[in-house]
């Protein structure tokens, strides 16, 4: 079974950038099919996809973030990391990463459209 667990800081200042590591276990990152997506709900909002990262490289990043993300792999430790720049109280959400086999979920309607998840981590914006 993949498990993944998402790590880094809770509260972040505006303006500054936004670093959150997923570590997988049970399964490689390069495995063929595989895409690792970083998710996040907002208080009182519905779940949005920030992007992913395919098992060869590949990316996609939500429109309206494009400019502000980068996520990528480290295949020596079995990670995917987010990057998410300039941020402001806005980007205050729980933030998720989790894979899914084969098919990518740009609109994920709840965290059961993939295929596994992390427990997810707070991330707090002050201004």
């Known amino acids: 079974q993949v498990r993944l667990q998402e790590s880094g800081p809770g509260l972040v200042k505006s303006s500054q950038l936004l670093s959150l590591t997923c570590t997988i276990s049970?399964?490689?990152?390069?495995?063929?099919?595989?895409?690792w997506s970083w998710i996040r709900q907002p208080p009182g909002k519905d779940l949005e996809c920030i992007g992913y990262?395919?098992?060869?490289?590949?990316?996609y990043y939500r429109p309206a973030l494009k400019s502000r993300t980068s996520i990528s792999m480290d295949t020596s430790k079995n990670q995917v990391t987010l990057h998410l720049n300039s941020v402001t109280p806005e980007d205050t959400a729980v933030y998720y990463c989790?894979?899914?086999?084969?098919?990518?979920?740009?609109?994920?309607?709840?965290?059961?459209?993939?295929?596994?998840w992390g427990q997810g981590t707070q991330v707090t914006v002050s201004s």
């Open positions: 989790a894979l899914t086999n084969g098919i990518v979920h740009v609109l994920p309607r709840s965290l059961n459209d993939f295929a596994s």
């Open positions: 049970g399964g490689s990152i390069t495995t063929a099919s595989y895409y």
């Open positions: 990262i395919s098992y060869s490289g590949d990316t």
